[in-house]
């Protein structure tokens, strides 16, 4: 049970304390900040409402302790990584009870959140000892002018501190997908959890403590956005921020000063379906890719964009499926759950509302009760209604009639977003070719959108985001290379 056992030192009374300088503690603040569960919409947890100075205080540690870190040989940094994974998987239970509580995470998906991480550390410490130990030997000759003087070898240093921020849907998953690679280079780690998803991931962060992780090297900061979100993003300590989520992203990238930045912010997935589709594959694809964790996937299949002569047949087999969706709690491990806020239903009904007025067609009637939305199926969407181009972040899926393929990847490349995309035909010729087309970071031929697995780069062109994720591009986004030049006093040349 969360808060018991192994955790009971993260929580003091009903308040749910931070981590920092390798121990638990309370705010000065004397404050709290109440985390709502999207069930019942009552309070079930809280967390500390941590001050300016706490941050500071975090990010001076933090400075300090990844200088003895960076000094640490890679293949201990790796070993005490898979000492976290595997607490973390045994452990499991409670932090998947914590996913169902706040963001109303399935409760067999929340237990795979927590494995996947394991999985993803683990993987992660692989490929650090595989990747960092490595660097480049070069030689001056090859640039013209230059004799073989001079000999340059380069390694790959951490940055700092790095500031992890994930969002709500994967508070554990896309925390450790940060926590990892700062880890492995040899950085140190400033987690700021979202609010819905911060009492997973602190318990997530004791597994890292349990494991014996360096005071200071890594902490977790709770609190109100508007009292230390900017505060942290411009913190002149931090040398790199990760972020997850949504516009907030795009605030943070004007204000964070001469940093690296990787950002993923969210996208409006499209689903292209050719005549010569497997429909039955497609109408799977589209069910799972659209409607899984109620559509709060920044990968969700967001708008389908199918070919006229088989729309009436996609949309018939779509709609069968959908209506088989099985809607309640979490904890029940419904398919459809409460999304993870009001204002988050609010916003979606907003979406549907519009698109009623509009003339798109239901294929499902509307429902709503509190933060709970019945999964719809919306057909004859047309370019001039909001859900064609908006991300609901909810389990309500448009379907746009298209005349050619040509109109289908018009309408994907006419988003902001781009961050994947997905197309269904048995020709691999026209496959390639429409992947080539579409402007989304990535392309999934006849399956649906997905992150993972998780070693595979992940990135979003335009609003959907900065750089490129996956486990190797993160540790590599985590570090600079560093060359240091040996000058000879006269011209070396290798010889047969
Ligand atoms: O919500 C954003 C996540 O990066 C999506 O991950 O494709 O594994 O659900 P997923």
Same mark, same amino acid.
């Given at each position: 049970?969360?808060?018991?056992?192994?955790?009971?030192?993260?929580?003091?009374?009903?308040?749910?304390?931070?981590?920092?300088?390798?121990?638990?503690?309370?705010?000065?603040?004397?404050?709290?900040?109440?985390?709502?569960?999207?069930?019942?919409?009552?309070?079930?947890?809280?967390?500390?409402?941590?001050?300016?100075?706490?941050?500071?205080?975090?990010?001076?540690?933090?400075?300090?302790?990844?200088?003895?870190?960076?000094?640490?040989?890679?293949? &201990?940094?790796?070993?005490?990584?898979?000492?976290?994974?595997?607490?973390?998987?045994?452990?499991?239970?409670?932090?998947?009870?914590?996913?169902?509580?706040?963001?109303?995470?399935?409760?067999?998906?929340?237990?795979?959140?927590?494995?996947?991480?394991?999985?993803? =550390?683990? #993987?992660?410490?692989?490929?650090?000892?595989?990747?960092?130990?490595?660097?480049?030997?070069?030689?001056?000759?090859?640039?013209?002018?230059?004799?073989?003087?001079?000999?340059?070898?380069?390694?790959?240093?951490?940055?700092?501190?790095?500031?992890?921020?994930?969002?709500?849907?994967?508070?554990?998953?896309?925390?450790?997908?940060? @926590?990892?690679?700062?880890? =492995?280079?040899?950085?140190?780690?400033?987690?700021?959890?979202?609010?819905?998803?911060?009492?997973?991931?602190?318990?997530?962060?004791?597994?890292?403590?349990?494991?014996?992780?360096?005071?200071?090297? =890594?902490?977790?900061?709770?609190?109100?956005?508007?009292?230390?979100?900017?505060?942290?993003?411009?913190?002149?300590?931090?040398?790199?921020?990760?972020?997850?989520?949504?516009?907030?992203?795009?605030? @943070?990238?004007?204000?964070?000063?001469?940093?690296?930045?990787?950002?993923?912010?969210?996208?409006?997935?499209?689903?292209?379906?050719? %005549?010569?589709?497997?429909?039955?594959?497609?109408?799977?694809?589209?069910?799972?890719?659209?409607?899984?964790?109620?559509?709060?996937?920044?990968?969700?299949?967001?708008?389908?964009?199918?070919?006229?002569?088989?729309?009436?047949?996609?949309?018939?087999?779509?709609?069968?499926?959908?209506? &088989?969706?099985?809607?309640?709690?979490?904890? %029940?491990?419904?398919?459809?759950?409460?999304?993870?806020?009001?204002?988050?239903?609010?916003?979606?009904?907003?979406?549907?509302?519009?698109?009623?007025?509009?003339?798109?067609?239901?294929?499902?009637? #509307?429902?709503?009760?509190?933060?709970?939305?019945?999964?719809?199926?919306?057909?004859?969407?047309?370019?001039?209604?909001?859900?064609?181009?908006?991300?609901?972040?909810?389990?309500?899926?448009?379907?746009?009639?298209? &005349?050619?393929?040509?109109?289908?990847?018009?309408?994907?490349?006419?988003?902001?977003?781009?961050?994947?995309?997905?197309?269904?035909?048995?020709?691999?010729?026209?496959? @390639?070719?429409?992947?080539?087309?579409?402007?989304?970071?990535?392309?999934?031929?006849?399956?649906?959108?997905?992150?993972?697995?998780?070693?595979?780069?992940?990135?979003?062109?335009?609003?959907?985001?900065?750089?490129?994720?996956?486990?190797?591009?993160?540790?590599?986004?985590?570090?600079?290379?560093?060359?240091?030049?040996?000058?000879?006093?006269?011209?070396?040349?290798?010889?047969?």
């Amino acid at each position: 049970m969360a808060g018991t056992g192994v955790f009971t030192d993260i929580i003091d009374g009903d308040i749910y304390k931070y981590y920092a300088d390798g121990e638990w503690k309370k705010s000065s603040s004397g404050k709290s900040v109440s985390i709502v569960n999207p069930t019942t919409r009552k309070t079930h947890y809280r967390v500390q409402a941590c001050t300016q100075e706490e941050v500071n205080k975090v990010m001076e540690s933090a400075k300090i302790a990844q200088k003895s870190w960076a000094k640490t040989p890679l293949w &201990k940094r790796a070993e005490l990584l898979h000492k976290a994974a595997a607490i973390l998987k045994e452990h499991k239970t409670p932090i998947a009870e914590c996913l169902v509580k706040e963001i109303a995470k399935p409760a067999k998906d929340a237990v795979t959140e927590v494995v996947r991480s394991g999985d993803l =550390i683990s #993987y992660t410490a692989e490929e650090g000892v595989r990747i960092l130990g490595e660097g480049k030997f070069l030689v001056s000759d090859s640039f013209p002018g230059n004799e073989r003087t001079k000999y340059c070898l380069t390694s790959k240093i951490p940055l700092g501190v790095i500031l992890a921020i994930p969002p709500f849907n994967y508070p554990v998953n896309l925390a450790v997908s940060k @926590i990892g690679p700062a880890l =492995i280079a040899g950085n140190s780690l400033v987690l700021k959890p979202p609010t819905q998803g911060a009492v997973a991931a602190l318990h997530m962060v004791h597994c890292f403590h349990l494991a014996g992780f360096p005071k200071g090297l =890594i902490s977790c900061i709770t609190g109100r956005g508007s009292e230390i979100g900017d505060f942290l993003t411009m913190h002149p300590l931090v040398n790199c921020i990760s972020f997850t989520g949504g516009d907030t992203g795009v605030a @943070i990238s004007k204000k964070a000063g001469m940093i690296p930045l990787q950002m993923e912010l969210g996208g409006k997935d499209a689903c292209i379906i050719l %005549e010569d589709a497997d429909i039955d594959l497609a109408a799977s694809n589209i069910v799972k890719g659209g409607f899984s964790y109620s559509g709060q996937r920044c990968t969700a299949v967001k708008v389908v964009l199918v070919m006229e002569s088989v729309a009436d047949e996609l949309v018939e087999k779509v709609k069968s499926k959908v209506g &088989k969706l099985t809607v309640g709690s979490p904890e %029940e491990d419904c398919d459809i759950t409460p999304v993870v806020t009001e204002s988050s239903a609010n916003y979606i009904e907003g979406l549907v509302l519009d698109a009623k007025e509009k003339g798109a067609t239901f294929c499902h009637e #509307y429902k709503r009760d509190g933060n709970l939305i019945w999964p719809l199926l919306l057909d004859n969407v047309k370019p001039d209604m909001r859900i064609a181009w908006e991300e609901p972040f909810g389990p309500v899926v448009p379907v746009i009639r298209i &005349k050619s393929v040509e109109e289908g990847i018009h309408h994907c490349n006419a988003s902001n977003f781009g961050l994947q995309g997905c197309v269904f035909t048995k020709d691999i010729n026209k496959a @390639i070719l429409i992947s080539d087309a579409m402007e989304t970071g990535t392309v999934q031929i006849n399956s649906a959108p997905a992150r993972g697995p998780d070693h595979f780069p992940f990135q979003g062109l335009k609003d959907s985001g900065i750089g490129s994720q996956g486990i190797t591009n993160s540790i590599n986004m985590m570090i600079k290379v560093k060359s240091i030049v040996i000058n000879l006093p006269s011209p070396s040349y290798t010889m047969g």
